[in-house]
């Protein structure tokens, strides 16, 4: 059996890898193979069992399956102690690279992978020196291809996740590939664009983002209610309402020119509850619901069709009446589709904790008891997402009437 | 009869090693060992060793030696193509066609061609009239006022709508995701479907998740490729009612040679999200370079008189679904935007990168 005798014998160990600085003659190359038979000499290299040939039963996995499976909690301090335990396992770190790809494909399981130091743990698995190129050949013909896309894959993998690394990483990097490996010039091209992209959404959000859902909705209010500065977002809760069903929270935002809006609304035009829409926050998405108003129509001013190329009909300016049509430029919330007049997300989404909405509405707008209030299951805002209820048709609209 | 067999080892060594030990030198001449040649392909790959001697494959595979065989009637390139890859693996410099490869496998006779072809001719002559009519008239567009926006697509139309074509990764079975572009309620283009980031267990995809609508390439008349010339504006302008999500503009600069086929400027769209309309104004100098998804590491401003298309897309590796509303998409110039390029440049050291 070969054994570790192969691995001692230098002249096996330059010859195959050809990694020697000077070349050996060939008769020892023949030499060695006739000594070893090769047969083991290729196994030492190969590491799957897939490839091992049945009768080898002295051939083990280096990195067996179950080695992330098996760890029964799965949190960051078990992740880096099986980096750990990996490390400590030999002075060679033989089949470093399968360790890494193992560990990666591991890493959202342990809730690692937007991590940055389980990432730097990982790349500092890499043995140093022993991959920095020393000659211009070596350098530009890939040097150890293997571990250099081991750990390409690795740094693509980051960022894939949106994981920026630091100064650190380039000086480990620096360390393991010297300064003209593949690694590095990832590394770099990373440091480059991904600070620039970082802080691109005008309308930053938190990463991540809240589990709690209330929060999500009063982020999700906010930046939806960013095109009038004016907006507040308000919390309620529903059972502040006399006779409502669900007890649950309603965030609401509104501003001023809403309320104006609301309250120069005609008694006899009714008004929608519309709903759900999704809006997305980062890998989450939350319904909203908008109150919302038939379009105001234009006025006389807009609707006049003047050709100015028309001569038959012309007027002198002074004898022409003061236009009265004149009217303020539409507000933002004056939309084509409709004016939107509030918006709100609720715990429950259900027609009831809505209803509870409506009379919350009421004590900042007293208009809303008198005008009739539909709930409409289609929007010309888009299609809506359908809540479902048991104890509810899906084609009833309940009016409100707190009159 | 030519015949082709093809056995994989993982290194060559397994392969000398199995002669070798089985003492196969007397029966493998070296002739035949000659006809067997290695397959440099990518490192992942396991060594392709084939032979055009029938008779020599064949004894290899029949000695249990550690390879994968292939059928021995497929082609060589096809061997390649159906070889397990965990990475993209160029096997050649060159591209067949600009699609990548991606073009369809329908058969269609001839006769159905020419009758396709005719058809077409009417709408062909009828812009080739206009554009005789054009280069008579001769009355291009000198000069475009400050601050306003010129609409070059207008969405809400089927006849808007089917200047675009929708494509997402559940194309070619490379994931699940769907999208399509229709009129919305309020009649615009609505962009919608549904991203998967799902990955097809094929041993091939990597990753999936893409939803894209691309508009039809600039033509003249019959057929012929032609280019958008947008040097006379400083941004682009979109008006959008999206969901939250970020989405991507690409304009796409093809050029003549096939390195530069893929050649496609990109820029995020944040959308706000809710009921209310958003106008995006986009310069061009913050469009950065970008082939088959890879950022360049040599940078340049767009070509704005090479424009080929103009894409909307959606990859953001969140799964569930999406909707951007489109009003309309316009060009706008902005004297007071000065930028030419947003991106600086660095002289780096010979061979670090591309430069």
Redesign the interface.
């Known amino acids: 059996m070969l054994g570790p005798k192969v691995f001692n014998h230098s002249i096996c160990l330059s010859c ?1 890898i050809s990694r020697a600085p000077v070349p050996l003659p060939f008769r020892y190359v023949k030499s060695c ?1 006739r000594i070893t ?3 083991e ?2 196994r030492a ?2 590491v ?1 069992k897939i ?3 049945k009768n080898n039963v002295d051939q083990k996995d280096i990195v067996p399956k179950e080695y992330f499976d098996k760890v029964g909690n799965k949190n960051k301090q078990n992740y880096l102690d099986m980096v750990r335990i990996f490390e400590g396992r030999g002075a060679h770190r033989r089949g470093h690279v399968e360790f890494i790809y193992s560990a990666l494909r591991h890493m959202e399981e342990f809730g690692v992978h937007k991590d940055l130091e389980a990432y730097k743990r990982l790349i500092d698995v890499f043995p140093k020196g022993k991959f920095i190129p020393t000659n211009i050949f070596q ?2 013909f890939m040097h150890y ?2 571990q250099q ?1 081991c750990a390409i ?1 690795l740094l693509e993998q980051m960022e ?1 996740n949106g994981v920026i690394p630091d100064a650190e990483t380039e000086d480990i990097l620096l360390n393991i590939f010297g300064k ?1 490996g593949h690694p590095l ?1 990832k590394y770099w ?1 990373m440091m480059y ?1 991904m600070p ?2 970082k802080n ?4 930053p959000l938190p990463n991540p983002v809240p589990n709690d859902s209330l929060e999500l909705a009063k982020l ?1 209010l906010q ?5 009038d500065l004016q907006s507040s977002v308000t919390e309620y809760k529903t059972s502040d309402v006399k006779d409502s069903v669900d007890d649950t929270w309603v965030v609401s935002v509104q501003s001023p020119t809403q309320m104006e809006l609301l309250e120069a609304h005609p008694e006899e035009t009714p008004i929608f509850v519309e709903g759900a ?7 989450t ?1 939350v319904n ?1 619901f ?1 109150l ?1 108003a038939d379009p105001t129509p234009l006025s006389n001013y807009d609707n006049i069709a003047s050709d100015p190329d028309d001569v038959g009909e012309l007027k002198t300016p002074f004898e022409e009446p003061v236009n009265s049509a004149v009217r303020l430029a539409p507000s ?2 004056e ?3 409709g004016t ?1 007049l509030a ?1 709100c997300a609720t715990g429950t989404s259900s027609r009831d904790s809505l209803l509870s909405w409506i009379r919350l509405l009421q004590e900042a707008n007293p208009r809303l008891s008198v005008i009739p209030v539909l709930f409409s299951l ?6 809506v997402i359908p809540i479902h209820h048991p104890e509810e048709n899906q084609q009833s609209s309940a009016k409100v009437s707190d009159k | 009869m030519k015949l082709c067999s093809y056995v994989g080892c993982r290194t060559p060594w397994d392969l000398f090693s199995w002669i070798r030990n089985e003492n196969m030198a007397n029966t493998l001449t070296s002739s035949v060992i000659k006809t067997l040649f290695i397959n440099p392909c990518c490192f992942q790959n396991p060594y392709i060793i084939a032979t055009r001697n029938l008779s020599a494959a064949s004894l290899l595979i029949s000695k249990s030696i550690p390879c994968t065989i292939s059928n021995p009637n497929s082609t060589f390139k096809h061997r390649n193509k159906k070889s397990f890859h965990t990475s993209t693996c160029s096997k050649t410099f060159w591209e067949r066609d600009p699609k990548g490869g991606y073009v369809s496998k329908e058969k269609r006779s001839t006769i159905k061609t020419i009758r396709e072809g005719l058809g077409e001719l009417k709408n062909e002559i009828q812009l080739w009239k206009e554009e005789v009519k054009e280069k008579f008239e001769f009355d291009p567009l000198l000069l475009c006022r400050p601050g306003e926006t010129d609409i070059f697509w207008q969405f809400g139309t089927e006849a808007s709508n089917s200047k675009w074509v929708t494509t997402a990764d559940s194309d070619h079975n490379e994931g699940f995701s769907t999208c399509e572009l229709v009129t919305s309620p309020a009649g615009k283009g609505l962009f919608r479907g549904n991203l998967c980031t799902a990955v097809p267990k094929d041993g091939k995809v990597k990753k999936a998740g893409y939803c894209n609508m691309r508009c039809t390439r600039a033509r003249k008349s019959f057929k012929r490729d032609s280019f958008y010339d947008w040097r006379m504006y400083t941004h682009l302008v979109i008006k959008v009612r999206g969901d939250g999500r970020p989405y991507f503009l690409n304009i796409s600069t093809m050029g003549y040679f096939d390195v530069f086929w893929n050649d496609v400027y990109h820029y995020a769209l944040y959308t706000r999200g809710g009921p209310y309309w958003q106008v995006s104004k986009v310069p061009f100098s913050k469009f950065f370079l970008s082939s088959k998804g890879r950022i360049q590491d040599k940078q340049a401003p767009v070509n704005l008189d090479r424009v080929s298309h103009f894409g909307i897309s959606l990859g953001d590796k969140v799964e569930g679904p999406f909707q951007l509303e489109i009003d309309y998409i316009g060009l706008e110039f902005d004297p007071t935007h000065t930028e030419e390029f947003a991106y600086e440049m660095y002289q780096l050291p010979k061979f670090i990168a591309a430069n």
């Open positions: 195959l193979l038979g090769g047969t000499l290729s290299f190969t799957s490839y091992a040939s350098a530009e291809p293997k896309q894959d894939e003209s010039r091209r664009w620039k992209f691109l959404n005008p309308w999700a930046q939806m209610s960013s095109v829409f999704r809006v997305w926050l980062r890998n998405s909203y908008i919302r933002v919330h939309q084509e589709e939107v918006m289609r929007s010309p805002f888009g299609q």
